[in-house]
C-alpha cells in the first residue's frame, strides 16, 4: 500500500532544533514533488517547505527562510526538514504530501489541494 509516514517530531525548547522525516513506501519519490505544510490548533494549514520532483530545487515560506532545510535521498527513498532556531510559532502539527511531477520553478508553492497524496502528520512543540 502506497503511503507517506512522518517521523521526528516532538517537544523543544525555543532556539533548539528537530528534524522530520518523510518516508515514502509503496512507491518511489523520485517523480514527486514534496511539501511540507503545518497546521496550528484553530489555523489553516500552510505551506512550509517543497523540493522539485527532478532538480530538488526548493522553495520556503518567508516565515521559515534561513531556519529549515529541506533535503531528499532518493536512495532512502526519504525527505527531511531540518528545523533550526524553533520558535514557539512553529508549534503545529507537520504533514508532507507527495505531488506527481511538480516543478517549483513553473508552478511554486503548491496549495493543498494540488498534494495527492499526505501523510498522517507529526506533532511539533515547541516551548520552554
Known amino acids: 500500500q502506497a503511503q507517506l509516514v512522518e517521523s521526528g517530531g516532538g517537544l523543544v525548547q525555543p532556539g533548539g532544533s528537530l528534524r522530520l522525516s518523510c518516508a515514502a513506501s509503496?512507491?518511489?519519490?523520485?517523480?514527486?514533488?514534496i511539501v511540507w505544510f503545518r497546521q496550528a490548533p484553530g489555523k489553516e494549514r500552510e505551506g512550509v517547505a517543497v523540493?522539485?520532483?527532478?532538480?530538488?530545487?526548493?522553495l520556503y515560506n518567508d516565515d521559515v527562510k534561513g531556519r529549515f532545510t529541506m533535503t531528499r535521498d532518493k536512495a532512502a527513498n526519504t525527505v527531511y526538514l531540518q528545523m533550526n532556531s524553533l520558535e514557539p510559532a512553529d508549534t503545529a502539527v507537520y504533514y508532507c504530501?507527495?505531488?506527481?511531477?511538480?516543478?517549483?520553478?513553473?508552478?511554486?508553492?503548491?496549495?493543498?489541494?494540488?498534494?495527492?497524496?499526505w501523510g498522517q502528520g507529526t506533532q511539533v512543540i515547541v516551548s520552554s
Open positions: 504530501g507527495a505531488i506527481h511531477s511538480w516543478n517549483v520553478m513553473t508552478w511554486g508553492f503548491p496549495t493543498v489541494d494540488d498534494v495527492g497524496r
Open positions: 509503496g512507491f518511489r519519490l523520485d517523480y514527486y514533488g
Open positions: 523540493i522539485d520532483s527532478v532538480t530538488a530545487t526548493t
